[in-house]
């Protein structure tokens, strides 16, 4: 997992972390093998926060282009 990350937060079962960074991307990981499992685009400028909604279907995030996106687990 390199690169520059300004924020992470994991996912309710454990297994998922997400990763907000400076190269305006939110990645998806799997914790037991560091493997990147998707990566999320969408802001035009770095991320500063990602967080995950209790039931674990919608993550957030906001970035330095002041816009705060919404994903929904399809």
Same mark, same amino acid.
């Given at each position: 997992?390199?690169?520059?990350?300004?924020?992470? =937060?994991?996912?309710?079962? &454990?297994?998922?972390?997400?990763?907000?960074?400076?190269d305006? =991307?939110?990645?998806?990981?799997?914790?037991? =093998?560091?493997?990147? /499992?998707?990566? /999320?685009?969408?802001?035009?400028?770095?991320?500063?926060?990602?967080?995950?909604?209790?039931? &674990?279907?919608? /993550?957030?995030?906001?970035?330095?282009?002041?816009?705060?996106?919404?994903?929904?687990?399809?």
């Amino acid at each position: 997992m390199a690169g520059k990350y300004r924020e992470g =937060t994991s996912h309710t079962d &454990g297994q998922t972390l997400f990763s907000g960074s400076v190269d305006k =991307t939110i990645k998806i990981w799997q914790v037991s =093998t560091g493997k990147e /499992l998707h990566t /999320l685009t969408g802001h035009s400028e770095p991320l500063y926060s990602v967080a995950i909604s209790p039931d &674990g279907q919608t /993550l957030f995030s906001g970035g330095s282009d002041e816009t705060i996106k919404i994903w929904r687990q399809d």
